[in-house]
Nanobody, 116 residues
Framework: QVQLVESGGGSVQPGGSLRLSCVAS????????MAWYRQCPGKQREFIAF???????NYADSVKGRFTISRDNAKNTVYLQLNSLKPEDTAVYYC??????????WGQGTQVTVSS
């Protein structure tokens, strides 16, 4: 059974930082690309960041230069470092596993709230 579990969310002031983690089980993690998405209140879920099997990365323009995605295959974990947070970054953040020919798997999400 595939399971993705996010953690690390919380409340932070504007300009602050958080590090989100997503631990995967039930998959051979190193052969999956991973991605982070978020869903802001009242909006559709949107792409944030992607990391390929080989470590190549891609970001949404809205977070480029502020967020960093990374992975640790030994720990079956993908991270999202959030810096210079803004109120508009408030959302539920989700991780997703990606592999061609296989079903995408989603975590349950972790809430990030940016407010003064």
């Amino acid at each position: 059974q595939v399971q993705l579990v996010e953690s690390g969310g919380g409340s932070v002031q504007p300009g602050g930082s958080l590090r989100l983690s997503c631990v995967a089980s039930g998959i051979f993690f190193s052969v999956y690309a991973m991605a982070w998405y978020r869903q802001c209140p009242g909006k559709q879920r949107e792409f944030i960041a992607f990391i390929a099997i080989g470590g190549g990365t891609n970001y949404a323009d809205s977070v480029k230069g502020r967020f960093t995605i990374s992975r640790d295959n030994a720990k079956n974990t993908v991270y999202l470092q959030l810096n210079s947070l803004k109120p508009e970054d408030t959302a539920v953040y989700y991780c997703k596993s990606v592999r061609s020919g296989f079903r995408d798997n989603w975590g349950q999400g972790t809430q990030v709230t940016v407010s003064s």
